[in-house]
């Protein structure tokens, strides 16, 4: 297995998951990546529906370029560098809230043009940090223009309106969720999300994302 995986660095050199450079010691991120990551230190931004949330980082910088390689360029790999960060946040954040973790899906077509659910990948990352297993809660019915593509919350809300419905919801009647998302904007779709599954009898809703926009003075 040492053998292999020299190999394969050999062939494909690791590099920093932020920037993208070629790494010099082991692990996924840089030291310069590292010590300035925009770690998110204000209240999560409030969602409708949900009870609280954890965001762990402030969506600009390399981190976002980063974040746009994950979910666009096919750069899968990322989720288990930010599944584990992301679990380590909710473990701070969250604890002792949730009995059962989900994700806020994207549709079918989505998911067939980028090759995998974003969401889902971290989801299940973050389920090895935490021990548990994931659980599909939610299915996408209907697939509307991208979230990013409409810049006022009002459009986005409308965007999403009857956009889920519940996937074998005794699983999760009268359990407190952990809902995943990747990026917190307005919080349309975990709003949404959210309230579908509160529907569908859940108890209550929590909520973690890996980056939101810093808040504008």
């Not at 991120?29 to 300035?36: K, M, T």
């Not at 998911?111 to 889902?120: A, F, M, T, V």
């Not at 699983?171 to 904007?185: E, P, Q, S, W």
Request: charged content about 25%.
């Amino acid at each position: 297995m040492k053998l292999l995986d020299w190999l394969l660095d050999l062939l494909y050199p690791p590099k920093c998951v932020i920037c993208g450079r070629l790494l010099e010691k082991s692990g996924p991120v840089c030291a310069r990546c590292l010590e300035h990551l925009p770690e998110y230190d204000g209240a999560a931004p409030h969602v409708r529906f949900t009870e609280a949330g954890a965001v762990s980082f402030y969506y600009e910088g390399d981190l976002r370029t980063s974040f746009l390689r994950f979910k666009f360029g096919g750069a899968a790999q990322y989720a288990a560098t930010y599944g584990a960060w992301m679990a380590h946040t909710i473990e701070d954040k969250l604890v002792g809230r949730y009995d059962l973790l989900t994700w806020a899906p994207v549709s079918r077509a989505r998911k067939r043009s980028r090759g995998y659910d974003q969401s889902e990948l971290l989801c299940r990352e973050i389920g090895k940090q935490l021990g548990m297993e994931p659980v599909r809660t939610l299915r996408k019915v209907k697939n509307p223009p991208a979230q990013s593509a409409l810049p006022d919350p009002a459009q986005r809300r409308a965007n999403v309106s009857g956009a889920y419905a519940p996937e074998t919801p005794e699983r999760f009647a009268g359990k407190r969720i952990l809902l995943i998302d990747d990026i917190v904007t307005t919080g349309a779709t975990l709003s949404e999300c959210s309230r579908t599954l509160l529907l569908a009898d859940a108890s209550d809703v929590v909520y973690a994302a890996l980056a939101a926009p810093r808040k504008q003075d």
